[in-house]
């Protein structure tokens, strides 16, 4: 069968009484279903797709507390071939801001990731998607387990599972079905449990024909908040729902009846586990490179930066420029850094942490807010020295050599802040750090993550992972959360969580 967005299609009326007639056969995901679910990790093949699919489940989940990472696949450069007014480049950035949007007025705190994959030619990227997914999900909970040895603290298991949802395999569009062989693949090396939404399905089928998978459909329904959110997130796709121009090859890619689809009080996902077992028919009737942190280009990283490995290496790094991350001369740096202190919940704090202070750029901005000690930690000796030396007329900085996490600084600290770490050490090291940071933090302190979402070439971790990492432990509440393509930015406290306003007495 073929199909062109510009037909009519199977009007919305027969899907509604094919699943009133279901209505006592259909599988409905309640509120506890999000009980089981700490991640969900949604998949597109083209922008709009995460919104027409699953912008109510996106928006439940946030309501349930649910951390969400949106996957785009491509710009969706490729929806306009005609037109006269836009080019293709000028597309992607358009359909990608809409997606952003979108994606926030569903999830405000939902991380997006764009893949920038050619438009309509998926099939050939498919390890790419499924490379992708595998990294936002992360390892299997077995395999965590088996990267401790016995004579380190055993990680904490995941509060719950993650949910994977990608476009539905049968939806007869090939990026779609790319899609959701990738997805299929990551579920498979991860364990997560796996989801599909179709889209257009419901445009082309016959809702009593056997290719409807209807004993697999988990329905989702939506409440009045979630309906709001949805109908407000496909308001944001206005390059799809609207006209570029009215010149020809600018049409509306959504028309009207292609749209009440989503306009349900409902969303129907496939369970992808019941799909594999053979269900049938029955009920049919009834990233700039980033071989460094932050994204300056030191080169490779080598795959192993243990001990005095990664000292020689950071030394040697430092040995051959004054500035190898770019803190001095790039406007990025200096606008990460902005954002960081802008972010903190306090104006001035009495002792500080920061674990990874290099050359002490930061450190002199965090030092300036501590009234009574600032501790910046590196592994690089060479780079505290300079750390030492920036900050000379600074009474209450100090800085040390250390090797966290198996070395540590004594003491409790009102902040502790780590910036660009966290993927040049492994699993164990993770956690152990994690557990310092506890037994040091004060029971009103704040911590503060910071980390590139490139990827880091020769590293097992992404700067998402590490993050992920931090948000999975039930001893930290979020208080602030911003992304960007390029980096992620969480403030923690410990729970519960008291907005700066609350704390002022302004709300």
Known sequence: MTFTHRDSGTPEEEWQRAF?????????????????????????????DETLGAAGLLSRGYTAGVRATVIVATSGEASHPDSATHSPDEL??????????????ADPGATVRFLRLPDGRLAEHVAEISEAVTEAIGP?????????????????????????????????HPDHEAAAHAARDAASITGARFFSYPIWLWHWADPAAADVPWPAFAVLPLDLVSAAAKADALSAHTSQIAPLS???????????????????????FVDESAASTGASDEGAEGAESAGTAGGADAGGIPADLTGDAAADYFDGL??????????????????????????????????????????????????????????????????????????????????????????????????????????????????????????????????????????????????????????????????????????????????????????????
């Open 246 to 268: 009215g010149l020809p090859g600018d049409e509306a890619l959504l028309h009207p009846g292609m749209l009440e689809h989503f306009a349900r009080a409902f969303e129907v």
């Open 92 to 105: 992607a950035r358009i359909r990608e801001a809409e997606t952003v949007d979108a994606v926030a007025r």
């Open 318 to 507: 430092h040995d051959r420029t004054d500035d190898p991350w770019g803190f001095e001369s790039r406007w990025y740096e200096e606008r990460k850094r902005a954002l960081l202190l802008a972010s903190l919940p306090d104006p001035a704090y009495a002792s500080v942490l920061e674990v990874g202070s290099s050359t002490g750029v930061l450190s002199r901005e965090l030092a300036e807010r501590t009234s009574a000690r600032f501790l910046g930690v590196d592994v690089s000796a060479v780079a505290i020295e300079r750390a030492r030396q920036r900050n000379a007329d600074r009474p209450v900085a100090v800085f040390e050599r250390m090797r966290v996490p198996s070395e540590w600084p004594d003491g409790s600290f009102d902040l502790v802040v780590v910036s660009e770490i966290g993927y040049f050490l492994d699993e164990d090291e993770l956690t152990v750090l994690i557990e310092r940071i506890l037994g040091s933090l004060t029971r009103d302190g704040a911590l503060v993550v910071c980390h590139w979402r490139h990827p880091v070439a020769g590293r097992a971790f992404s700067g998402d992972t590490v993050h992920a990492v931090f948000v999975q432990r039930d001893e930290f509440t979020t208080l602030a959360h911003h992304v960007e393509e390029d980096f992620l930015l969480d403030v923690f406290v410990r729970p519960p969580a008291i907005s700066v306003a609350r704390r002022e007495g302004i709300v």
């Open 20 to 48: 009133a007639a279901r209505q006592s056969t259909l599988r409905s995901l309640d509120a506890e279903f999000f009980a089981e679910v700490g991640h969900l990790v949604v998949v597109a093949a083209h922008p709009d």
């Open 140 to 172: 299997p909970a077995r395999a965590r387990r088996d990267l401790h040895s016995d004579d380190l603290p055993a990680p904490i298991e995941p509060r719950s599972s993650t949910l994977l949802v990608a476009p539905w395999g049968g939806d007869r």
